[in-house]
C-alpha cells in the first residue's frame, strides 16, 4: 500500500542519524513506550466519545507508535515492520480456523471460547504458566480482571457471582479492622484496600463486566455531575470552594434526579 510505504520511510527520515529529528533520534523502546500507552488511551476515548474524526487521528497516532518500535528494532538488526505484519497475519489465519480453514464454530461465543483455547495451547507449547503472558504493565484493573480470567481457565474461581459477593463481604470486614488497626499497622489498610479492589474486579468479571470500562464511564459521570453543580453555583456567583458540604451534596442531589427524570 502506498500510504504504507511512506510512512515508512517518513520514520526512517525522522531516525536518519545525520539529516532526521534529533529527538526521535534520540528515543529508545523504553522513551516511546509512555506515548505508545498514551496514545492507545486516545483511542479508547475517541470510542467513548463516538467521534470517528478524532478516533481517525488517534489510530494514526496509534499506528505511527507501532512504526516507530519497529524502525527502532530495524536498526538494531532483530525484525522490521514487515515482519511484524506478517507475523501477524499468519497469526489471526491460525487463531480463526473457522475462516481460514474448515472448522466451524456456532457463535460469537463459541469463537471467545475457541479463541482463548487455541492461545492456551500455544502457551503451554511455550511451556508458560497460565498467568506468564499478563502483561505487567497493563492498567491495575485491566491486569486484575485479566488475571482472574486467566486463574478461572484452569479451575481456580468462584463458582458464581454470589459467591465473589460473599467474598466482597469478608474483604470489607478485613479493611475495616485495618482501619481500626491503622496506628498499629498502616501498610495492612493499603493492602486489604487492594483485596477488596480486586475481588470487585473479580465480581465485575462474573457479571460480565469490563471493570476499566464501568470505572471510566462512572468517572466520566462525576465529572458531567460535578461540572453542572460548578454552573449552577457560577450562575449565582459562587464557587464550590465558598459553600458547606450540604450545600454541595443538596445540588448533586438535584444533578442526579434532573438526569434521572430526562
Request: with cysteine; aromatic share 6%.
Amino acid at each position: 500500500m502506498k500510504q504504507m510505504e511512506e510512512l515508512l520511510e517518513v520514520m526512517a527520515r525522522l531516525r536518519d542519524p545525520a539529516h532526521g529529528c534529533p529527538w526521535d533520534v534520540a528515543q529508545d523502546f523504553a522513551s516511546i513506550a509512555p506515548y505508545t500507552i498514551e496514545e492507545a488511551y486516545e483511542v479508547a476515548d475517541a470510542i467513548e466519545r463516538n467521534d470517528l474524526v478524532a478516533l481517525r487521528e488517534e489510530l494514526g497516532d496509534l499506528l505511527f507508535q507501532v512504526v516507530f518500535h519497529a524502525r527502532m528494532a530495524e536498526e538494531q538488526g532483530a525484525f522490521d515492520f514487515a515482519r511484524v505484519a506478517g507475523e501477524l497475519a499468519e497469526k489471526m489465519r491460525r487463531r480463526h480456523p473457522h475462516v481460514f480453514g474448515e472448522a466451524e464454530v456456532a457463535d460469537a461465543a463459541a469463537q471467545t471460547e475457541a479463541w482463548e483455547a487455541h492461545k492456551a495451547r500455544e502457551r503451554a507449547a511455550r511451556r508458560q504458566g497460565a498467568l506468564d503472558d499478563v502483561p505487567v504493565n497493563l492498567p491495575a484493573l485491566a491486569r486484575a480482571q485479566k488475571l482472574g480470567r486467566r486463574a478461572a481457565r484452569v479451575g481456580f474461581d468462584w463458582p458464581h457471582a454470589p459467591a465473589v459477593l460473599e467474598k466482597l463481604d469478608e474483604e470489607r470486614t478485613e479493611l475495616a479492622v485495618a482501619i481500626a488497626q491503622r496506628r498499629d499497622a498502616p501498610e495492612a489498610v493499603e493492602e486489604e484496600f487492594g483485596d477488596l479492589l480486586f475481588t470487585m474486579v473479580n465480581l465485575a468479571r462474573h457479571l460480565d463486566v469490563d471493570a476499566e470500562s464501568a470505572l471510566r464511564r462512572a468517572a466520566l459521570k462525576f465529572e458531567r455531575r460535578f461540572r453542572r453543580i460548578e454552573e449552577r453555583l457560577a450562575a449565582d456567583g459562587k464557587t464550590p470552594e465558598e459553600v458547606d458540604a450540604a450545600t454541595l451534596e443538596r445540588l448533586w442531589n438535584e444533578v442526579k434526579e434532573s438526569e434521572a427524570g430526562r
